[in-house]
T-cell receptor, first 112, second 113 residues
Framework: GESVGLHLPTLSVQEGDNSIINCAYS??????FIWYKQESGKGPQFIID?????DKRQGQRVTVLLNKTVKHLSLQIAATQPGDSAVYFC???????????FGAGTRLAVHP | DVKVTQSSRYLVKRTGEKVFLECVQD?????MFWYRQDPGLGLRLIYF???????EKGDIPEGYSVSREKKERFSLILESASTNQTSMYLC????????????FGPGTRLTVT
C-alpha cells in the first residue's frame, strides 16, 4: 500500500558537520512533499517543502532533494548545530483536503 | 503567527471514561486535523474537518469521534477510553489553497490507566 518511510531511525552527527536525512516514498502520484522538525515537547514545525516538478529546493542551511526515479527524498542540513537536534519527519500529499501521510521519523542527535 | 492551542498538555484518564481533547486555531483556517503519534509509527490521521460541522474519517478513526461547531475549534472525543489509546495527540490546521503546510499545536499526552 501507500507508505512513506525512513532509512535510518537515528542519526548521530558532530556539531559543524553536514547531516543527511533520507526518506523513501511509494506513491508515485504524490505531487508535494514536506519536511517537519519536532523538538522535544513540541508539535511538528514546517522546515521546507518541494513540489514534484522540482529536483531541489534550498532554504536557510537546509536543502531538500527529490529523486522521482527511485522515489527518494532527502533533507540536507549544513553545519549542523545543537539546536538541530530533533525528530525529522517527511510527509507526502495524498488524496484531497490537503491530507498528508507522514513517515516514521528520524531522530537527529548533534554532539559537541 | 498562526497559533494552534490544545486544551491540555498532559491528561490521565481511566479506562471507560469519556475524554474530550480540545483544539483552537486563531487564523481562520478551514481545515483542521487530529493525529495520534506513537514511537516508530509517525503521525497517523484520526479525523479531519474541512468546514464547520463537516468531518471525514482518517486512517484510524475507530474509537474516536469529532465535533466542529465553530470554525476555530475542533474537538476529539474518546467515547470510552481504552489503554491502547494512550498516546500523544496532535491537532493541526491549514488554509486550503495556500500550500499543504499544516500548523501544529503542542500536543496532548494522554495516558489511560
Amino acid at each position: 500500500g501507500e507508505s512513506v518511510g525512513l532509512h535510518l531511525p537515528t542519526l548521530s552527527v558532530q556539531e559543524g558537520d553536514n547531516s543527511i536525512i533520507n526518506c523513501a516514498y511509494s506513491n508515485s502520484a504524490s505531487d508535494y512533499f514536506i519536511w517537519y522538525k519536532q523538538e522535544s515537547g513540541k508539535g511538528p514545525q514546517f522546515i521546507i517543502d518541494i513540489r514534484s516538478n522540482m529536483d531541489k529546493r534550498q532554504g536557510q542551511r537546509v536543502t531538500v532533494l527529490l529523486n522521482k526515479t527511485v522515489k527518494h527524498l532527502s533533507l540536507q542540513i549544513a553545519a549542523t548545530q545543537p539546536g538541530d537536534s530533533a525528530v525529522y519527519f517527511c510527509a507526502e500529499t495524498r488524496g484531497g483536503y490537503n491530507k498528508l501521510i507522514f513517515g516514521a521519523g528520524t531522530r537527529l542527535a548533534v554532539h559537541p | 503567527d498562526v497559533k494552534v492551542t490544545q486544551s491540555s498538555r498532559y491528561l490521565v484518564k481511566r479506562t471507560g471514561e469519556k475524554v474530550f481533547l480540545e483544539c483552537v486555531q486563531d487564523m481562520d483556517h478551514e481545515n483542521m486535523f487530529w493525529y495520534r503519534q506513537d514511537p516508530g509509527l509517525g503521525l497517523r490521521l484520526i479525523y479531519f474537518s474541512y468546514d464547520v460541522k463537516m468531518k471525514e474519517k482518517g486512517d484510524i478513526p475507530e474509537g474516536y469521534s469529532v465535533s466542529r461547531e465553530k470554525k476555530e475549534r475542533f474537538s476529539l472525543i474518546l467515547e470510552s477510553a481504552s489503554t491502547n489509546q494512550t498516546s500523544m495527540y496532535l491537532c493541526a490546521s491549514l488554509r486550503p489553497g495556500s500550500s499543504y503546510e499544516q500548523y501544529f499545536g503542542p500536543g496532548t499526552r494522554l495516558t489511560v490507566t
